[in-house]
């Protein structure tokens, strides 16, 4: 068997702000800091001493004077964020979260499509009998991806395609594709799951349950962690949610054990490196084994997952139970469809159809595991 978890960033939308054709690097990074530490902000149950944060950051955005930006929104369905006299400085009027109910979104623009080509080429190539698809768009999107991209570039369409809605107001999803004698059999959501602090996950640890041909039964726990951001200040905020997130992560896995399910892999983008202290909860639990450490894994010229593959930026994981782990044979990172830019040293293969940045199939390389007797 071999197992696969992918961030694709979307498969026909994504954040306008995120378009090599549509910003800069500069603006880029400007507008995706803003949006991450606004939408953080706005999430607190109070926003006294944070105020004039908020405002700067809805400035960023080009929403401080109007609720349509170049590349962000704000909806509102209820209450008032803002005031905003003809003249004078705009106020904020709410003071907390159950003041109104809203948020900012990023515009979307359609993905290009040789970049949605070469994220099927991507499954194509690794051909995964079990794909887990982070940022998945939504179930019958993730179904057309599988039934006419993939046989586009020359792959069998999956058999069983399942996304189930998160928490995340953009529709970011994450999702499974099964095919090859593997059977989906249960599903399991957290995403009601609450701690003393509210709602935990940004999106879910979705439990998605199969039956292998051998009889053998297979969880894996798909997740994508609250995104650590693009500011170079920190993310406080953020890593205090991955760390409940990871705690809650490592308790439905001690679950699973408890129930005599031996075959357990947490899969997906946690969104901070190895040695994070948001993450230790989650990583140093006894047994759990990080797929990477095998002694036949395939870095493919960088130790990192995600931009330019720096081992700081290694945020994409499977984690395997000691049953899963005894059957691992080997696994690696696929980078064919991450653009690499001008790099000139030691620069890793790219599909011949990848030949500028707006036709890369993610900046996350995908990471697959190989398995026997499953």
Request: glycine share 8%; hydrophobic share 40%.
């Amino acid at each position: 068997m071999r197992l696969a978890s992918f961030n694709v960033e979307n498969l026909f939308a994504r954040p306008k702000a995120m378009d090599a054709d549509e910003a800069d690097a500069t603006t880029r990074r400007a507008v995706l800091t803003a949006h991450a530490r606004v939408s953080t902000l706005l999430a607190q149950p109070s926003y006294q001493g944070v105020e004039q944060e908020i405002l700067d950051n809805l400035e960023k955005l080009g929403l401080l004077k109007s609720d349509e930006g170049e590349f962000a929104r704000l909806r509102k369905m209820r209450g008032k964020l803002l005031k905003r006299p003809r003249s004078g400085p705009v106020q904020l009027v709410a003071q907390g979260r159950n003041d109104w109910v809203g948020f900012v979104e990023l515009k979307t623009t359609a993905v290009d499509e040789v970049a949605t080509e070469n994220t099927a080429r991507v499954f194509a190539e690794l051909r995964a009998e079990v794909a887990v698809v982070v940022e998945a768009d939504d179930r019958p999107g993730l179904h057309m991806f599988s039934q006419t991209l993939l046989p586009e570039v020359g792959a069998e369409a999956y058999e069983q395609v399942m996304v189930v809605e998160g928490n995340d107001e953009r529709g970011i999803d994450v999702g499974v594709m099964v095919g090859d004698g593997y059977r989906l059999v249960q599903l399991r959501t957290h995403i009601f799951d609450r701690d003393e602090e509210g709602v935990i996950f940004s999106r879910d640890c979705c439990e998605y349950h199969l039956d292998a041909p051998s009889g053998a039964r297979i969880v894996v726990l798909a997740n994508h962690f609250k995104s650590k951001g693009y500011s170079e200040k920190g993310d406080p905020l953020g890593a205090k949610r991955r760390g409940r997130q990871a705690k809650r992560v490592a308790e439905i896995y001690r679950g699973l054990l408890e129930e005599g399910i031996e075959h357990v892999c947490v899969a997906g983008d946690l969104n901070d490196s190895p040695a994070s202290e948001s993450l230790k909860p989650l990583l140093s639990v006894e047994g759990l084994a990080d797929a990477s450490e095998h002694e036949h894994w395939d870095w493919n010229h960088r130790r990192g997952t995600y931009g330019s593959g720096n081992e700081d930026a290694k945020i994409d994981y499977l984690l395997l139970s000691p049953a899963l782990r005894a059957k691992q044979t080997g696994g690696g990172v696929f980078r064919k469809g991450v653009w690499h830019g001008p790099r000139t040293k030691d620069p890793w293969d790219l599909f011949p159809t990848l030949t500028a940045e707006q036709h890369a199939a993610s900046d996350h390389a995908c990471l697959y595991a190989d398995f026997t007797d499953l």
